[in-house]
C-alpha cells in the first residue's frame, strides 16, 4: 500500500514537471539561486517535521480541533512537496549538471512526509478521530501543483 501510495505521488509530480519542458533555458547562476531559494524553504519544513516526529502525539480537546491540526500538517507536507517539484523545474530550466544533482539530492525528503502521515495516523485515535491515509494523499496530490504555481518566483511565472 505504501509503495502504490509512493508511486502515485511520484507520478502526479513527474506529470507536474512536463510543464517545464516549455521554459526557456537560464544561466546556471539565475537557476542555481531559485533552486536554493526553494531547497533553503525545504529544510526549514525538514527541520520542522523532524521536530514533530521526535515528540509524543499532541492531544486535542476535540476530535474538531484535532483536525484543524491535521489540516495544517496536510498543509506543510504540500508545501514540502510543492517547494521540491519547483526545485527540480528550475534546475531542469539549465543544462547545468551541478544545479540539477543540487535540486535532485532533497527529492528523497518526500519519505518524511510519508513517515510524518504514518504518524500522525496512529495519533489520530488518541484524539477520539480516525483518518484514511489515502483520502489525505489524494487531497495532497490535487494540491501540490496549485500551491506549486503559488510559491514560483514571480520571474518563474512570467510576471
Known amino acids: 500500500m505504501r509503495a502504490t501510495l509512493a508511486a502515485v505521488l511520484l507520478v502526479t509530480l513527474m506529470g507536474a514537471t512536463d510543464l517545464s519542458a516549455r521554459e526557456p533555458q537560464r544561466a546556471p547562476e539565475e537557476a542555481r539561486a531559485r533552486v536554493q531559494h526553494h531547497l533553503q524553504e525545504v529544510d526549514q519544513l525538514t ?21 484543524e491540526y491535521l489540516d495544517g500538517e496536510v498543509e506543510r507536507v504540500v508545501l514540502l512537496l ?3 517539484e519547483q526545485a527540480w523545474i528550475e534546475a531542469k530550466s539549465t543544462g547545468d549538471d551541478d544545479v540539477r ?12 512526509a510519508r513517515a510524518l502521515l504514518d504518524k ?6 488518541g484524539n477520539g478521530a480516525k483518518i484514511s491515509q489515502n483520502d489525505l ?5 490535487r494540491e501540490v501543483p496549485q500551491r506549486q504555481a503559488e510559491i514560483a518566483l514571480p520571474s518563474e511565472t512570467g510576471r
Open 47 to 67: 527541520t520542522y517535521f523532524e521536530g514533530v516526529m521526535g515528540r509524543e502525539c499532541p492531544r486535542f480537546g476535540t476530535p474538531a480541533e484535532w483536525r
Open 82 to 84: 510543492a517547494h521540491l
Open 101 to 112: 544533482r543540487t535540486a535532485k539530492a532533497p527529492r528523497r525528503r518526500a519519505e518524511q
Open 120 to 125: 500522525l495516523s496512529g495519533c489520530a485515535s
Open 137 to 141: 494523499w489524494r487531497r495532497i496530490e
